[in-house]
């Protein structure tokens, strides 16, 4: 049995456990969404009052638990607002709120489910325009994605430090080259980096690979099979490259590209790219830690041939961990009210 984690015990925190009927349908048992939602000061005194809802998705590991963090973010000054940290957490590591064989339907139950809860328990103004996304890391990508998938749900969405957002940079791999590339080693048969400091690796992909696997379920790159790949004949997400040579099975590559959001940007683009205009923001660094610049740099001139207005940036000298200063932070909380304020929800009653 595992015990209720303590209440988050902050006079503004609400935390929320709310059994979703589509992943319980799904996985046959019992399933529940969780959330903490972070009122602003007054909330509780200024009862006619509507506010614009920022909904926040941690990186691996993170979850609802860490709703205080973002107390300083709700409390800046400015457009008071409502934030929803959510949790991307399952037993496979991070689901990433997008529908997947192995995960379920994590996407449609956050949108149909826990976001008309939210709707309907505080005062939030239920519309696009005061309905934002955020996100750093796995909650990045988690972030991007749904602004993609669900592009009239959200009104806008700030992501950082995204997980790869093109495959044909998958970490400095292309997932779709002919003759298939190699996680372990690259052309010239060097040991492929996963992570690095300042400019020297750190963290080689056949160690890490590795100790995924001792770990099972629940470490980083199987987390990613089970959002990307179906399922294989044992039950289990298909293995996206062969454990002991490092070669990518091209079979298991083909398959992850609905989740390419490249390709997902450039095949929808004729019908959803009028309602992702001022949209899309991505920020990255240029020394990302794990190598993530690289997909973000390749998504950046894809947007731009499909004519879309979105942000995209790579700030010079940054990292994976140094990137969310509180100045950037202050900074994104400022462009999503200004959106807000240029949308019809904040001229309603």
Same mark, same amino acid.
């Given at each position: 049995?595992?015990?209720? +984690?303590? +209440?988050?015990?902050?006079?503004?925190?609400?935390?929320?456990?709310?059994?979703?009927?589509?992943?319980? #349908?799904?996985?046959? *048992?019992?399933?529940?969404?969780?959330?903490?939602?972070?009122?602003?000061?007054?909330?509780?005194?200024?009862?006619?009052?509507?506010?614009?809802?920022?909904?926040?998705?941690?990186?691996?590991?993170?979850?609802?638990?860490?709703?205080? *963090?973002?107390?300083?973010?709700?409390?800046?000054?400015?457009?008071?607002?409502? %934030?929803?940290?959510?949790?991307?957490?399952?037993?496979?590591?991070?689901?990433?709120?997008?529908?997947?064989?192995?995960?379920?339907?994590?996407?449609?139950?956050?949108?149909?489910?826990?976001?008309?809860?939210?709707?309907?328990?505080?005062?939030?103004?239920?519309?696009?325009?005061?309905?934002?996304?955020?996100?750093?890391?796995?909650?990045?990508?988690?972030?991007?994605? @749904?602004?993609?998938?669900?592009?009239?749900?959200?009104?806008?969405?700030?992501?950082?430090?995204?997980?790869?957002?093109?495959?044909?940079?998958?970490?400095?791999?292309?997932?779709?080259?002919? +003759?298939?590339?190699?996680?372990?080693?690259?052309?010239?048969?060097?040991?492929?980096?996963?992570?690095?400091?300042?400019?020297?690796?750190?963290?080689?992909?056949?160690?890490?690979?590795?100790?995924?696997?001792?770990?099972?379920?629940?470490?980083?790159?199987?987390?990613?099979?089970?959002?990307?790949?179906?399922?294989?004949?044992?039950?289990?997400?298909?293995?996206?490259?062969?454990?002991?040579?490092?070669? &990518?099975?091209?079979?298991?590559?083909?398959?992850?590209?609905?989740?390419? &959001?490249?390709?997902?940007?450039?095949?929808?683009?004729?019908?959803?790219?009028?309602?992702?205009?001022? #949209?899309?923001?991505?920020?990255?660094?240029?020394?990302?830690?794990?190598?993530?610049?690289?997909?973000?740099?390749?998504? #950046?001139?894809? %947007?731009?041939?499909?004519?879309?207005?979105?942000?995209?940036?790579?700030?010079?000298? #940054?990292?994976?961990?140094?990137? @969310?200063?509180?100045?950037? @932070?202050?900074?994104?909380?400022?462009?999503?009210?200004?959106?807000?304020?240029?949308?019809?929800?904040?001229?309603?009653?």
């Amino acid at each position: 049995t595992v015990e209720e +984690p303590a +209440p988050l015990d902050h006079p503004r925190i609400r935390e929320i456990k709310l059994r979703s009927e589509l992943l319980s #349908k799904f996985h046959g *048992r019992d399933v529940y969404e969780r959330a903490a939602v972070v009122l602003p000061e007054g909330y509780d005194t200024e009862t006619d009052r509507h506010y614009p809802v920022v909904y926040a998705i941690p990186g691996f590991s993170g979850s609802e638990r860490d709703a205080r *963090r973002y107390l300083p973010f709700v409390d800046a000054g400015g457009e008071p607002l409502i %934030l929803v940290a959510l949790s991307g957490q399952c037993q496979w590591g991070h689901h990433v709120y997008a529908d997947s064989a192995t995960n379920g339907p994590r996407g449609q139950a956050l949108v149909a489910e826990l976001i008309p809860h939210i709707d309907h328990e505080f005062r939030t103004f239920a519309e696009t325009g005061a309905r934002f996304v955020m996100g750093h890391s796995s909650g990045g990508w988690s972030s991007l994605w @749904l602004q993609v998938e669900y592009p009239d749900t959200f009104g806008g969405v700030w992501s950082t430090s995204p997980d790869p957002v093109d495959f044909r940079d998958y970490q400095q791999i292309d997932l779709y080259a002919r +003759p298939p590339q190699n996680m372990y080693v690259d052309s010239k048969r060097q040991r492929r980096p996963i992570a690095r400091r300042g400019e020297t690796p750190i963290v080689w992909y056949d160690d890490f690979s590795r100790m995924d696997d001792v770990i099972g379920r629940g470490g980083q790159l199987r987390s990613f099979e089970a959002v990307f790949s179906p399922l294989d004949e044992q039950g289990l997400p298909r293995k996206l490259w062969n454990r002991q040579t490092g070669t &990518i099975d091209p079979v298991t590559a083909e398959a992850w590209k609905p989740y390419d &959001i490249r390709l997902k940007l450039e095949r929808e683009w004729p019908e959803n790219g009028p309602e992702l205009q001022g #949209k899309l923001n991505i920020i990255t660094g240029e020394l990302d830690t794990f190598y993530l610049q690289g997909a973000v740099e390749k998504l #950046k001139p894809a %947007l731009a041939q499909l004519g879309s207005d979105a942000v995209v940036e790579i700030i010079p000298q #940054k990292d994976h961990s140094n990137l @969310l200063t509180q100045g950037m @932070l202050l900074r994104i909380r400022g462009e999503m009210m200004e959106r807000f304020r240029a949308s019809e929800a904040a001229s309603a009653p």
